[in-house]
T-cell receptor, first 116, second 111 residues
Framework: NAGVMQNPRHLVRRRGQEARLRCSPM?????VYWYRQLPEEGLKFMVY????????ESGMPKERFSAEFPKEGPSILRIQQVVRGDSAAYFC??????????????FGEGSRLTVL | SQQGEEDPQALSIQEGENATMNCSYK?????LQWYRQNSGRGLVHLIL?????REKHSGRLRVTLDTSKKSSSLLITASRAADTASYFC???????????FGAGTTVTVRA
């Protein structure tokens, strides 16, 4: 039973380029969450999506960042015109049902973005 | 701002010893969770304790929660080298998905 799959695991971009991070939730999970972890810090919530819907993007910067979870295919976190401050580990998590019932999130191994 | 703050930031112990780390938080919560993160890997859920619970066990893990002091502790008994990792507490304030994570305690277990 595959877990949450994220790719790429490592991504290097130059300032101004675009970064696309992908996340396939666990089988049977329809809720996806993106978190960002800056060096030496804990994870910070970015966005919560269900299929074809953004439920809550309150933790995501208003500019340059966008997320989607299409009907078919993985969830994608897109960062346009990356800056050095975007360097971080981006974690995707999924849950089978709406939050509040089990409380547990299943995390992927993360995508580590380095902006040169 | 961070909700959970772990203490200590780092801990080094001998294999077989117990490891204790604490988490303090600021606002009322619905539940508190502990996660483990091995270097360069994702987070693995360890245990969840609800606000109406005071203590919970899972294998070699023991978690306590004191809502009056807004604090929790994680005890790992009889530690092993494989327990070397960072441990994070995460609080759920509004029974939703926006977990608030602390900066973690890095535990090193020496063989």
């Amino acid at each position: 039973n595959a877990g949450v799959m994220q790719n790429p695991r490592h991504l290097v971009r130059r300032r101004g380029q675009e970064a696309r991070l992908r996340c396939s939730p666990m089988k049977g999970h329809s809720h996806v969450y993106w978190y960002r972890q800056l060096p030496e810090e804990g994870l910070k919530f970015m966005v919560y999506l269900q299929k074809e819907n953004i439920i809550d993007e309150s933790g995501m910067p208003k500019e340059r960042f966008s997320a989607e979870f299409p009907k078919e295919g993985p969830s994608i976190l897109r960062i346009q015109q990356v800056v050095r401050g975007d360097s971080a580990a981006y974690f995707c998590a999924s849950s089978p049902i709406a939050w509040g019932n089990t409380g547990e999130l299943f995390f992927g191994e993360g995508s580590r973005l380095t902006v040169l | 701002s961070q909700q959970g703050e772990e203490d200590p930031q780092a801990l080094s112990i001998q294999e077989g010893e117990n490891a204790t780390m604490n988490c303090s938080y600021k606002t009322s919560i619905n539940n508190l969770q502990w996660y483990r993160q091995n270097s360069g890997r994702g987070l693995v859920h360890l245990i969840l304790i609800r606000s109406n619970e005071r203590e919970k066990h899972s294998g070699r893990l023991r978690v306590t929660l004191d809502t009056s002091k807004k604090s929790s502790s994680l005890l790992i008994t009889a530690s092993r080298a494989a327990d070397t990792a960072s441990y994070f507490c995460a609080t759920d304030e509004s029974n939703d998905y926006k977990l608030s994570f602390g900066a973690g305690t890095t535990v090193t277990v020496r063989a």
